[in-house]
């Protein structure tokens, strides 16, 4: 299984990114069913979870990006996305998806979100 992250880049406080998160050589029975994440990571911090769809289809978000992320996935092109509206410096990371399944627990490789004031 792979998961492709992209949509990162550098933007001005106030804007939007969309990433998106493609995976590969996952069943669809499997992607249906797992749990869904993106994580964050700032240079000199933890990662943090950012967004989650939970197994029961719940979403979740660290409550510094309510109303302003929106995380989505499709089950027919298992694929994950985060919508970023109103992006503030401080969102500036790291981003990773990861799809936590009955088979496993996996990670993209991170897409670099730069927000500048």
């Known amino acids: 299984v792979q998961l492709q992250a992209s949509g990162g880049g550098s933007v001005q406080a106030g804007e939007s990114l969309k990433l998106s998160c493609a995976t590969s050589g996952i069943i669809w029975s499997v992607f249906s069913s797992a749990r869904m994440g993106w994580y964050r990571q700032a240079p000199g911090q933890q990662r943090e979870l950012v967004a989650e769809?939970?197994?029961?289809?719940?979403?979740n978000y660290l409550e510094s990006v309510k109303g302003r992320f929106t995380i989505s996935k499709s089950n027919a092109k298992r694929a994950v996305w985060l919508q970023m509206n109103s992006l503030v410096p401080e969102d500036t990371a790291v981003y990773y998806c990861n799809v936590d399944s009955d088979s496993g627990d996996y990670w993209g490789q991170g897409t670099q979100v730069t927000v500048s004031s």
């Open positions: 769809l939970t197994r029961g289809g719940s979403a």
